[in-house]
């Protein structure tokens, strides 16, 4: 029976997070949404990463744009700053690592583009350096985060927008990052292609 209440917890408390999201961030998903719909109806694109266990949710967000979330569609321009394996360790090593991504945007990253950035926990270099870069470039800024980060939201400016997922728990917060991914894509999708499934 213990592990059946291991179970009960673990989905009870997910559950609980979720219905947070709902009551309290569905208008900052709608925003970041029509954010991402101005920016590629503006042919601009999306960039996306994140760290640690954050790189499957930019990885997944933008193989979502290129290829399709539940219906088929023309793909839309988004790049994952995560993907590059030789990139990432190459800057890494001849540079620094906190500059993994800012350099990347730099380089790929155009003024009007829209960055997503997920973060679970911390507030790594990387990431700050990131934001910095992005608002040098003139790209705005959406920010999915949990309710304990602080440092990476005081960076951001009015015209970004951050999504504090109201959890502390760096799996709820996760789950909660894959939902609100699966709103914006479905929010993109119907916003630019009707809400009629093909």
Do not use: W
């Not at 679970?120 to 304990?148: W, Y």
């Not at 999708?189 to 809400?195: E, I, K, R, T, W």
């Amino acid at each position: 029976m213990g592990l059946q209440k291991n179970i009960n917890h673990q989905i009870i408390e997910s559950i609980q997070t979720q219905q947070l999201v709902l009551d309290e961030l569905s208008d900052f998903i709608e925003f970041a949404a029509q954010q991402i719909v101005n920016v590629l109806l503006a042919d601009k694109k999306v960039l996306s990463c994140g760290n640690a266990v954050s790189i499957s949710n930019a990885q997944y967000f933008t193989s979502i744009m290129i290829n399709r979330y539940d219906r088929v569609r023309p793909s839309l321009p988004a790049i994952s700053l995560v993907n590059d394996v030789q990139m990432i360790t190459s800057i890494a090593s001849m540079h620094h690592y906190d500059d993994i991504f800012a350099k990347q945007l730099r380089a790929l990253g155009q003024a009007a583009d829209v960055l997503l950035i997920y973060s679970v926990e911390g507030s790594p270099l990387n990431l700050i350096k990131l934001i910095n870069a992005a608002h040098d470039t003139q790209i705005s800024v959406i920010l999915l985060v949990g309710e304990n980060e602080t440092t990476l939201p005081s960076l951001l400016h009015e015209s970004d927008v951050c999504i504090s997922v109201p959890s502390q728990s760096v799996q709820r917060i996760q789950e909660a990052h894959l939902l609100i991914t699966h709103c914006l894509c479905d929010l993109v999708d119907s916003q630019l292609f009707g809400n009629q499934l093909i």
